[in-house]
């Protein structure tokens, strides 16, 4: 089992650059492959991207391939996702989440185990 707390939103400005972070309770931590998924005002909660357990393996959703990058330091327990060339339509609840299984690193429902969300607003 594994507990996730995010942090590291806020507000910025259209072009800037935000941090976030994945905090993970557990010794079993690298066994777990941790994605980033994000939910608007009155939109569906969407992938952003995910990391395998090794770090080896990177999906992103084309929306933010190019402008994210998702990594993770195992010694730390810790997932991160760097966020450059904000637009105002990554505005949302950003939630990391966590699964041991085989199920599509895309699809929500393939999580067990997701924080508490961290807002990010990107101003125009």
């Known amino acids: 089992q594994v507990q996730l707390v995010e942090s590291g939103g806020g507000l910025v400005q259209a072009g800037g650059s935000l941090r976030l972070f994945c905090a993970a309770s557990?010794?079993?931590?690298?066994?777990?492959?941790i994605a980033w998924f994000r939910q608007a005002p009155g939109k569906e909660r969407e992938f952003v991207a995910s990391?395998?357990?090794?770090?080896?393996?990177?999906y992103y959703a084309d929306s933010v391939n190019g402008r994210f990058t998702i990594s993770r330091d195992n010694a730390k327990n810790t997932v991160y996702l760097q966020m450059n060339s904000l637009k105002s339509e990554d505005t949302a609840v950003y939630y990391c989440?966590?699964?041991?299984?085989?199920?599509?690193?895309?699809?929500?429902?393939?999580?067990?185990?997701w924080g508490q969300g961290t807002q990010v607003t990107v101003s125009s």
């Open positions: 989440a966590g699964k041991a299984n085989s199920g599509s690193n895309r699809w929500r429902a393939s999580y067990n185990y």
């Open positions: 557990g010794r079993t931590f690298s066994s777990y492959t």
């Open positions: 990391i395998s357990g090794g770090g080896s393996a990177t």
